[in-house]
């Protein structure tokens, strides 16, 4: 499965796995399998907030867009990439990146707390 990542603005997390056509995100699990080749089934008709715009299949492989949970200080190539975050999910557990706000940021925004 190719997913892209799209930054959304929440306090919630994103987990997820991957058998053959299955996407499981955060609990809940997708069966693709019935999808077929070059055709897309539009975000709305999943009965998930996290899945953007549309499933498609090209060939053997899934492709899909999905929300990136971030927050207001999670760093910049995560909030605003420059290039679509894309994921080559295999069997197995899905690595999302780690969004969380680094420590360097919450110690110069300390730091400069303590400055004024």
Do not use: C
């Not at 907030?49 to 929300?67: A, I, N, S």
């Not at 909030?79 to 969004?99: H, L, Q, W, Y």
């Amino acid at each position: 499965m190719k997913i892209k990542l799209l930054p959304f603005l929440t306090n919630e997390s994103i987990s997820g796995s991957v058998s053959g056509d299955v996407l499981t995100v955060n609990g809940d699990s997708f069966d693709f399998t019935p999808l077929k080749d070059g055709f897309r089934l539009p975000a709305s008709a999943i009965s998930s907030e996290w899945f953007v715009d549309y499933v498609e299949r090209k060939g053997q492989t899934l492709h899909m867009t999905l929300r990136l949970p971030v927050q207001a200080d999670s760093p910049d190539e995560y909030r605003n990439p420059i290039e679509p975050i894309v994921i080559d999910a295999r069997s197995g557990p899905v690595k999302f990146p780690d969004t969380s706000p680094s420590a360097l940021s919450m110690t110069e925004l300390t730091a400069t707390q303590e400055e004024k």
